[in-house]
């Protein structure tokens, strides 16, 4: 090995070489260890987050969306596209939403030509889509039976006034004359819901959204929900509904919350937590119905498409 410092005399050129040799492998190790770095910083900006970090961001994204906070949502929307090629369709309409919410249009457009026709279909039918030049010329949610539709939609919307929701995007998307919304009281629109969804039943089957459309399949899960007057006939119900949720023609929590609702109508404890024994607004506290295997409430929450458990309690408590 040459000196550090070798005397003239002593072969220069061979240790000259040898510098230049020491030299050149340390440059290539530093454009390695470069390269390495830059690579492991990609790696950190693009690592996945884990299946339950995902479910919360979006959850969060769409909590902050109902409280208005569009910018933060926008932001977790971006989030959730940096980590994960495939969006669940809530996620993606929350953050398009925020996105025009916020005057992201030309964000909306790309996103927009990235999708494909099928779920084009299911989301320019969102009003605030409706003028993009992707959404031109998507043939929207067409219904086989309209005089059904319009029927279930009526039911679905006597439904909800006698609980204090009155629908108008509902009553206004579908021409509903106000004047003919249910006076009665929630005992007498449930049981006349309930009779005539017995009579549907029969003459039609079980409804589907190709039939009868995804606003009234909500109405008729409503129905079912609140048929407590004839909780066999609600029971019953349920592998419509398992059906339905596979299918396609309902969301997964649509399942949860007839399964808790049956469970706890004949004294047993819940699985998803959708059933409160008691909410208190005032002072703010909220206490579930019995839960089997508590421990793994969010994991099974998650897995049918619901949001965290403490999130729901939030979401209670605000609506009170």
């Known amino acids: 090995m040459c000196p550090e410092n070798p ?19 340390q440059i290539l190790i530093f454009l390695i260890s470069g390269l390495s770095l830059l690579n492991s910083c990609k790696e950190s900006k693009n690592s996945s987050l884990s299946e339950v970090e995902i479910w919360k961001l979006g959850w969060r994204m769409i909590g902050n969306s109902i409280d208005e906070k569009y910018e933060l949502a926008s932001l977790q929307f971006d989030s959730l596209r940096n980590v994960s090629d495939e969006i669940e369709m809530k996620y993606l309409i929350t953050g398009l939403k925020a996105k025009n919410q916020t005057g992201k249009n030309d964000e909306i457009m790309e996103i927009l030509k990235n999708q494909d026709e099928d779920m084009l279909r299911q989301i320019c ?22 005089i059904l539709q319009t029927e279930l ?11 204090g929701n009155t ?24 049981e006349r819901n309930r009779n005539r969804l017995k009579e549907i039943f029969k003459e039609f089957g079980f409804p ?30 349920l592998p419509n509904i398992e059906k339905a949720v596979e299918n396609g023609d309902m969301d997964g929590e649509k399942y949860a919350y007839l399964y808790d609702r049956i469970k706890i109508n004949n004294g047993e404890k819940q699985l998803f937590g959708t059933q409160f024994a008691k ?32 999130m729901y309690k939030e979401f209670m408590l605000k609506n009170m």
């Not at 005397?7 to 492998?25: D, F, G, I, L, V």
């Not at 039918?125 to 309209?146: A, Y």
């Not at 629908?167 to 449930?190: C, R």
Request: proline share 4%; glycine share 4%; with cysteine.
């Open 7 to 25: 005397p003239e005399r002593k072969a220069p050129n061979r240790c000259a070489s040898y510098k230049k040799k020491q030299m050149t492998k």
């Open 125 to 146: 039918s969102r009003e605030f889509l409706s003028s993009f030049k992707p959404c031109n010329g998507i043939s929207i949610e067409s219904v086989e039976n309209t």
């Open 153 to 163: 939609i009526k039911m679905y919307v006597d439904d909800q006034t006698v609980r």
């Open 167 to 190: 629908m108008f995007n509902i009553i206004s998307k579908y021409n509903i004359d106000s004047t003919q919304i249910t006076k009665d009281d929630g005992v007498a629109v449930d």
């Open 208 to 237: 589907n959204k190709k039939l009868v459309g995804r606003d009234a399949m909500q109405g008729i899960f409503l129905i079912i929900q609140h048929s407590d007057g004839d909780k066999d006939w609600q029971k019953s119900q």
């Open 279 to 310: 909410v208190d607004p005032i002072k703010k506290t909220v206490e579930l119905a019995e839960i089997e295997d508590a421990n793994n409430l969010d994991r099974r929450r998650m897995k049918i498409g619901m949001m965290p458990i403490e």
